[in-house]
């Protein structure tokens, strides 16, 4: 089974995002969702997201060092987000989320 562990700060901010996942049809769609905005936050934002990669798991921790861009960061993880429940209602991964959602 994908399994997707989404770790939210005090105001409801994805701070960390961590994918277990395999070579089925869903982990290949689960890594997909989350590696776009990884291209997204290093790309478009220019920010430098810590991203470790083990396998089929991957887990990024989402740099809010620059506050000003805190909106344009929860759009593109959000997406992600709201991709991977999609997925998960489906029935065919697991979505964790631990903390509240982000307020807007």
Do not use: K, Q, W
């Not at 997707?4 to 901010?13: A, H, I, L, P, S």
């Not at 470790?52 to 959000?78: Q, Y």
């Not at 991964?93 to 307020?103: C, D, K, L, Q, T």
């Amino acid at each position: 089974m994908v399994n997707v562990v989404v770790e939210r700060d005090d105001e409801g901010r994805v701070r960390t995002v961590t994918l277990t996942g395999d070579d089925s049809p869903e982990g290949l769609a689960a890594a997909a969702l989350v590696e776009a905005p990884i291209l997204g936050l290093r790309e478009y934002l220019h920010l430098d997201p810590v991203v470790t990669r083990d396998g089929h798991a991957v887990r990024c921790e989402m740099d809010r060092s620059d506050f000003f861009l805190d909106r344009e960061i929860d759009a593109v993880v959000e997406t992600m987000v709201l991709g991977l429940r999609a997925l998960a209602r489906e029935g065919r991964i697991a979505v964790h989320e631990v903390g509240e959602s982000v307020r807007v």
